[in-house]
Each structure stands twice: as C-alpha cells, then as structure tokens.
T-cell receptor
Framework: GQNIDQPTEMTATEGAIVQINCTYQTSGFNGLFWYQQHAGEAPTFLSYNVLDGLEEKGRFSSFLSRSKGYSYLLLKELQMKDSASYLCAVREGETGANNLFFGTGTRLTVIP | DGGITQSPKYLFRKEGQNVTLSCEQNLNHDAMYWYRQDPGQGLRLIYYSQIVNDFQKGDIAEGYSVSREKKESFPLTVTSAQKNPTAFYLC????????????FGPGTRLTVT
C-alpha cells in the first residue's frame, strides 16, 4: 500500500521561493514524481526522482531522500502563473510498471 | 498536433444509467490510464492498459468497465453499480517504458443526479 502526505494549501509571494514537501510510505519504491495542475485542467508532468539528490529544471527543482521517504519541490522566482496544485506521486515497482499513486495535492497561491 | 482528447468536457446523467467516457490519443503510446479526481483527494487509478486487448484493475475499479480494442482508444463506462459516480475523470497515456511521464487529457466532469 501507499501513504502519501503533502500540505493541503500554501501561500507565497511573487518573486519568492517556496518549498512543497511530500512524505511517503510505500513498498517497492520505484520513483517519485511531481505534476502541476491548474484549476479545472489536466495535470502536467514536472519532474521525477529515482535516485537520492536534487534534480534541477529551470525555476523548478525536486529533491529525494529514499531513506527518509521524503521529497520536496522547490519553486524559485515565483510567478503569478505558478498558482496551481502540485501533485506528488509515487511509483511502485511491484504492482505494475507504470502505476502512479498520487497524493492529495498542495494548492499553491501566489500573491503579489 | 499530437495529443490526448476526452469528450465531452461536461456530462450529465440520471442515476441508474450507464455512461461511456471517451479517450483518444494519437501519441502512439502503448499505455493508457483512467483516474478519478474528487475534491480534497488525489487522483485514484480506476483501470489501466499496457497494451491493446489487455487491461488491469486499479484501486477503485468497482462499478467501472473498460475496453482496449485499439491502441488509440480506451473508453471508460461508468455503470449504474458505481455508488458515487459524480467526479472529474482524467485519462492519461504514456510510453510503456516511460510510465512516469503520463500525458493527461483535459478531463470529463461527470454529474449524476
């Protein structure tokens, strides 16, 4: 089974940095993924981590610690358009190669 | 343009009726998925298919059925047996060996009264 936790809501200021945390408990861990979802729209893939460490992609970075069951998504130089829900998802290698289990999402509001 | 489409965007049905949601992709992806999203809950996997003519139940398959007769299409039927069918339904697809990078359709919001 899986247990994925992330904060329900966060607020940050335009131009600032925000860190969205995700903790998980799962068997057969095979990767952690972040998706962005604007209200009423489909999720879009942001990043994934399979090994420990930081993956950077422009203004977004994602970190993973497998021993701690912990990941975070770091958003720098926040823009108003970054207001969205950010979904943390875990893949389990044992239950199917591509099945992702999603957390409830963190709704980020960027204010001027 | 390549992409994944779902239609319609909004669907209304009376309780007791079966309804089929369409999902089509022209990305040449082998794998396709159906999720359900409810307020305050994460996406939950209903069914998935890794290849044509094969599909597997996800976490919440009860009350739903699917078919995968063509690579491009993965329709979902919400049957009258589904106790709480009102939800936002998302279809996704991926390359079989890149399942972490799933491409989502725009979703269908189903309301059953």
């Amino acid at each position: 089974g899986q247990n994925i936790d992330q904060p329900t809501e966060m607020t940050a200021t335009e131009g600032a940095i925000v860190q969205i945390n995700c903790t998980y408990q799962t068997s057969g861990f095979n990767g952690l993924f972040w998706y962005q979802q604007h209200a009423g729209e489909a999720p879009t893939f942001l990043s994934y981590n399979v090994l420990d460490g930081l993956e950077e992609k422009g203004r977004f970075s994602s970190f993973l610690s497998r021993s701690k069951g912990y990941s975070y998504l770091l958003l720098k130089e926040l823009q108003m358009k970054d207001s969205a829900s950010y979904l943390c998802a875990v893949r389990e290698g044992e239950t199917g190669a591509n099945n992702l289990f999603f957390g409830t999402g963190t709704r980020l509001t960027v204010i001027p | 343009d390549g992409g994944i489409t779902q239609s319609p965007k909004y669907l209304f049905r009376k309780e007791g009726q079966n309804v089929t949601l369409s999902c089509e992709q022209n990305l040449n992806h082998d794998a396709m998925y159906w999720y359900r999203q409810d307020p305050g809950q994460g996406l939950r996997l209903i069914y998935y298919s890794q290849i044509v003519n094969d599909f597997q139940k996800g976490d919440i398959a009860e009350g739903y059925s699917v078919s995968r007769e063509k690579k491009e299409s993965f329709p979902l039927t919400v049957t009258s047996a589904q106790k709480n069918p009102t939800a936002f339904y998302l279809c996704a697809s991926s390359l079989r060996d890149r399942g972490y990078e799933q491409y989502f359709g725009p979703g269908t919001r189903l309301t059953v009264t």
